[in-house]
């Protein structure tokens, strides 16, 4: 099993999110959308994630930026009860660990 991406290992750790191991994705528990990180060769890439819907076909993922989508997912995570400030703090940590910040 591969090590997890911090962006599929930090959704992981949402309310709204679980792990799937096997296919190294993590589950949005409500809508079923499996997200990845996607490995393209563009340097615009590097901080992209690959979203697939059940009944989706295959191989045809919708690509969308992690800077959006992250922290999109972090105020979902607010909502629902998860504690701000430490969501807050551990999704810069999350962006400094991919890359995106320094």
């Known amino acids: 099993m591969a090590a997890l991406h911090p962006y599929i290992r930090f959704l ?3 309310p709204q999110f679980e792990i799937d191991h096997h296919a190294g994705t993590a589950i949005e528990l409500r809508s079923g ?8 060769e563009k340097p615009h890439h590097q901080h992209c994630l690959a979203l697939s819907w059940p009944g989706q076909p295959a191989g045809q993922p919708v690509l969308v930026s992690a800077t959006k989508y992250v922290p999109l997912q972090v105020g979902e995570a607010i909502k629902l009860g998860a504690p701000r400030a430490e969501l807050l703090e551990a999704s ?3 962006f400094v660990e991919a890359g995106v910040w320094h």
């Open 92 to 94: 810069r940590h999350i």
């Open 33 to 40: 959308v499996a997200v990845a990180k996607y490995e393209g």
């Open 12 to 14: 992981g750790s949402l």
